[in-house]
């Protein structure tokens, strides 16, 4: 084995492992709160499924290409020294901490140059403000009738009905399928941009092991971050919240391919609900709404401010 395919499959298997372990819980975070009397290994084999067909039929319908697109403008380096490793490694260790940072800076940044990092700053703040904006103005005009103490205590014994169930189970998947569309890119950075039929089951059987990993652990310390937030785990609650990310999401995914930070596309969507619920139902929390909001813009930042340092340290090297 030479020294770049072994550089290569270690960059892979790290960057795997750390952007399952910090990012999945975005998306899935919701689903594991509310259906948390639900056995994993059932939440993994449904996962599992839509992340297997997503995988597939990128790699079908783009001659090979896993990421729909999202590194044309990255190509793999020539050489890849030790230093790419770097990368995922911190995140790795960031992530054991419970910082929701975003995998696409910290990874991807050191892949790219200039002009492609300008232009993910700017579709990733863009995501941010529209995700934040959205879903305050969804929340403004539901909260009273889904998140209100009065309208929650009525539902409480019929929160469970099949409708809710299998809502929040397609919305669940709608938006996993669209996070993996923009985050496959922050995996697959390491390895050939068109993989041949071998490294595409290689991949996935990794992958789906670390996502067991995941849903064992119940998420980890990332999914504190959901739990924080009011009411995640009525299912009404996170089958909203599932929906307009995925919505959100998938409008981005139709502008362009520049890949974009899903972290800030879901810290915003929870910002904007938060702040809309406590606006109208919850007024004397609004300090608290605006102190957790800069909280978790501040973590979120720790990993783009990291990864442009490590742009720049690796640039350096280059």
Not at 1 to 21: E, N, P, W
Not at 158 to 175: C, D, H, M, P, Y
Not at 201 to 206: D, I, R, W
């Amino acid at each position: 084995m030479s020294i770049q395919l072994l550089i290569s499959l270690i960059g892979f298997a790290i960057a795997g492992y750390a952007v399952v372990a910090n990012d999945v819980i975005q998306t899935l975070g919701t689903f594991l709160t509310s259906n948390s009397k639900r056995h994993w290994l059932i939440l993994w084999a449904y996962a599992a499924i839509i992340l297997s067909s997503t995988l597939i039929i990128g790699w079908i319908l783009n001659d090979g290409d896993v990421t729909y697109g999202r590194l044309s403008k990255i190509p793999l380096p020539e050489i890849l020294s030790w230093w790419y490793v770097l990368p995922p490694l911190i995140l790795l260790i960031i992530t054991q901490f419970g910082y929701p940072v975003s995998t696409t800076f910290m990874i991807l940044s050191v892949f790219s140059t200039g002009q492609v990092i300008e232009k993910m700053v700017i579709k990733s703040v863009l995501g941010y403000v529209v995700a934040f904006t959205f879903a305050f103005i969804i929340y403004l005009l539901i909260a009273r009738k889904f998140e209100s103490k009065s309208a929650l205590d009525k539902t409480q014994l019929k929160n469970q009905k099949r409708f809710w169930i299998v809502a929040q189970w397609f919305s669940t998947g709608f938006l996993w399928s669209q996070w993996l569309i923009q985050d496959f890119a922050n995996i697959f950075v390491y390895l050939p941009r068109k993989l041949d039929f071998s490294w595409l089951l290689l991949s996935l059987a990794f992958i789906l092991i670390l996502l067991a990993l995941v849903f064992q652990r119940k998420g980890g310390k990332i999914q504190e971050v959901v739990k924080q937030k009011i009411n995640t785990a009525n299912i009404r609650s996170a089958t909203l919240i599932d929906l307009s990310y995925g919505i959100v999401l998938y409008v981005f995914t139709v502008v362009n391919t520049v890949p974009m930070s899903t972290t800030w596309t879901f810290v915003g969507i929870l910002a904007g609900r938060e702040f809309a619920i406590n606006y109208l139902l919850n007024k004397h929390l609004i300090k608290v709404t605006y102190n957790q909001l800069f909280r978790d813009l501040y973590k979120v930042n720790i990993g783009l401010a990291i990864s442009i340092i490590l742009a720049l340290v690796i640039q350096h090297f280059k």
